[in-house]
C-alpha cells in the first residue's frame, strides 16, 4: 500500500482521506484547521505539523483546497523545501488550468510529477466513494494514480494532458449553473401559470427539456429526493463560473450564458445571499426577490 500525503481536510477532504483508509492505505495529513486534523486522527491518519512534514513522508500528495491562491501559496511552501524524486502530486481543488500549467513546470523541474484531478459528486459522492475524477496529466502518470483515486471515486477519466481535467470540470459546472437558472425560470414560470409543480416535473422530465438539474436537484422543495441533503452555495458555483470566464478569455470563446449566469449569481453574493444553495434561485423568483 502506499504512503499518500493528503492536504486540505474540508467537506470534500475528510471523506475522501476516510476512504484512502479504509482501502487500507497509510495517511499523513495536514490543514490549518486543528479539528479537521483531529478526526482523520481519530480513524487512523498520521497528522504533521505542515505540508513539508506530509510531502517528505509520502510518494503520493493529493490536495483538495478551497481556490487558487490558496493551491498556490501551499505548493509554494511544499516546493521551497525541495522535492524528493519522483514525488507524485494530484491536486483535486477546482482551479484555473493557467495555474495548473504554471505548477506543473515549477514541479516538475524539481523532478516531481503532476496531475490536475477535480472531481463532482459533490460531498454525498466523496461519502460515498462515488466521484468522477477529471484527470489531466502524462498517460503513464494517470496509469500509476488510477487506483488511488479508484478508493475515492466510481469513473476515473483521462481527459488528456495537464489543464485538461480543470477544463472539462469548468465547462461542466458552467453547464450546471446555466441549466439551473434555466430550470428555476422553466418551474416559476409553469407554477405561476397555474400547473402543479410536481405535474410539470414529471412532463420535464420526460420530454426534450429534461437536465440534471430538473431530474435531481429540482429547485422546487420537495420534488427531487437530493434537494435537502445536498448543498452547492452560490458563493462555490460563482467560483467555477469565476475560472470558466477566465479560461474563456485566454481561449477568446464566447460563453454569452455562462457570462449572463455569473451576472446573475455575482448579484445575489452582491445581497448577501452567497451562503444561499444555488437552487434557492427559484424561490427568490417565486418570492419576486430575484433582481439583478
Ligand atoms: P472546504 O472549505 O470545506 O475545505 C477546504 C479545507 O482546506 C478546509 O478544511 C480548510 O481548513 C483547509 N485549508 C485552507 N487553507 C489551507 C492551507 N493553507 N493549508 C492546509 N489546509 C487548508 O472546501 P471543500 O468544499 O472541501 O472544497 C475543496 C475543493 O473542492 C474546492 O476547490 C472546491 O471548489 C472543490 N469542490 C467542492 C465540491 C463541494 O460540493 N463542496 C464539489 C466539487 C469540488
Not at 460515498?128 to 498517460?139: D, H, N, P, Q, Y
Not at 446555466?178 to 409543480?197: C, F, K, W
Not at 420526460?206 to 429540482?218: I, K, Q
Request: glycine letters at 10%; aromatic letters at 6%; one cysteine or more.
Amino acid at each position: 500500500m502506499s504512503q499518500i500525503g493528503f492536504i486540505g481536510l474540508g467537506n470534500m477532504g475528510n471523506p475522501m482521506a476516510r476512504n484512502l483508509l479504509k482501502s487500507g492505505h497509510e495517511l499523513h495529513v495536514f490543514d490549518i484547521s486543528k479539528k479537521a486534523c483531529n478526526d482523520l486522527e481519530s480513524k487512523g491518519a498520521a497528522v504533521h505539523p505542515g505540508v513539508t512534514e506530509v510531502t517528505q513522508k509520502s510518494n503520493y500528495v493529493i490536495t483538495m483546497l478551497p481556490n487558487n491562491n490558496i493551491v498556490e501559496a501551499t505548493y509554494k511552501e511544499i516546493l521551497f523545501q525541495g522535492l524528493k524524486k519522483d514525488t507524485t502530486f494530484i491536486d483535486c481543488s477546482t482551479i484555473s488550468p493557467k495555474l495548473v500549467k504554471s505548477l506543473l513546470k515549477r514541479i516538475s523541474s524539481q523532478g516531481g510529477r503532476f496531475l490536475d484531478a477535480p472531481v463532482s459528486g459533490g460531498v454525498p459522492g466523496a461519502q460515498e466513494a462515488s466521484l468522477t475524477f477529471m484527470v489531466g496529466g502524462a498517460e503513464e502518470d494517470f496509469k500509476a494514480v488510477t487506483g488511488i483515486l479508484e478508493c475515492m471515486g466510481q469513473r476515473i477519466v483521462h481527459c488528456g494532458a495537464q489543464g485538461m481535467g480543470q477544463a472539462a470540470k469548468l465547462c461542466n459546472n458552467m453547464m450546471l449553473a446555466i441549466s439551473m437558472i434555466g430550470t428555476s425560470e422553466a418551474m416559476n414560470l409553469a407554477v405561476s401559470q397555474g400547473l402543479d409543480a410536481k405535474i410539470f416535473a414529471g412532463i420535464l422530465n420526460s420530454s426534450t427539456g429534461r437536465c440534471w438539474a430538473s431530474e435531481f436537484y429540482n429547485p422546487v422543495p420537495g420534488i427531487s429526493a437530493s434537494t435537502l441533503v445536498n448543498k452547492v452555495p452560490i458563493s462555490l458555483i460563482n467560483k467555477d463560473l469565476d475560472l470558466a470566464l477566465d479560461a474563456a478569455k485566454a481561449s477568446n470563446s464566447h460563453i454569452p450564458m455562462g457570462e449572463l449566469t455569473h451576472k446573475i449569481y455575482s448579484s445575489l453574493i452582491a445581497q448577501n445571499l452567497g451562503h444561499r444553495d444555488f437552487s434557492d434561485i427559484y424561490q427568490l423568483m417565486q418570492q419576486n426577490k430575484f433582481t439583478f
